[in-house]
C-alpha cells in the first residue's frame, strides 16, 4: 500500500506542477496556476501522514516507509528548483519568456553547479534522516522499526559517493574538448 502511496503522491506531485504551469501560461490564470504550485508541498505532508498512520496502525516498517521519508527529503531539497526548471521552461515556451541558459558543463561553473546539488542532497539527507527518526520515535517499537534503522547508512554512503564525484570537478574541472 505504501508503495503506490509513494507513486501517487510523485505523479499528484507532477500533476500539480503541471497543472499550475499549465494554468498561469496557456490559459493565463496566472493566480489559480501559483495556488496549485504552491500546493505542492501538501501532497508531501499528505504521504507523510498516510505513512504514519500505516505505522501506527501496527504495519511493520518497510524499506516504502522510509523511502516516503526520503522522497519528502529530496522534495524538500529540490522541489522548488525542479518547479523553476519547468517554469521557465514553460515560460519560454507558452509565455513568451526568453529562453532558460544551458546548464553549464565546464570548468567552474560547472564544479559549482555539482557542488551546489551535493549541499542539497546534504539537506535531503538530513531532512529524511530527521523523518526516518520522528516515525522511528512515533512507533516506539524497536522490532518494527528495524529497517528504518538501516536507511541513513545506505543514504549515507549515496552521500559520500556524490560528494567524491561532486567535488572531484573542484580538483580537477571538466575541461572544454
Known amino acids: 500500500m505504501i508503495a503506490a502511496l509513494i507513486v501517487g503522491c510523485e505523479v499528484a506531485f507532477w500533476v500539480l506542477v503541471l497543472a499550475g504551469l499549465t494554468a498561469r501560461y496557456i490559459a493565463g490564470w496566472k493566480r489559480v496556476g501559483g495556488v496549485l504550485l504552491v500546493a505542492t508541498p501538501v501532497v508531501d ?3 507523510l501522514i498516510f505513512t504514519i498512520i500505516d505505522l501506527r496502525n ?10 516516503a521519508a526520503v522522497y519528502i527529503g529530496v522534495t524538500v531539497a529540490y522541489g522548488h528548483r525542479m518547479i523553476k526548471w519547468a517554469d521557465e521552461r514553460f515560460a519560454y515556451r507558452f509565455g513568451g519568456g526568453k529562453k532558460p541558459d544551458p546548464a553549464p558543463k565546464h570548468g567552474k561553473e560547472h564544479a559549482r553547479r555539482e557542488r551546489e546539488g551535493w549541499y542539497r542532497h546534504v539537506l535531503a539527507w538530513i ?3 530527521i523523518l526516518l527518526m520522528l516515525m522511528i520515535w512515533i512507533v516506539n517499537e524497536p522490532s518494527r522499526t528495524e529497517a528504518l534503522k538501516k536507511i541513513p547508512m545506505w543514504w549515507g554512503a549515496i552521500l559520500g559517493i556524490d560528494f567524491l564525484i561532486s567535488f572531484s570537478y573542484t580538483l580537477w574541472p571538466k575541461q572544454k574538448r
Do not use: D, R
Open 45 to 47: 505532508l499528505l504521504l
Open 58 to 67: 501496527g504495519a511493520k516498517a518497510e524499506f516504502m516507509h522510509g523511502l
Open 127 to 129: 531532512v529524511g534522516v
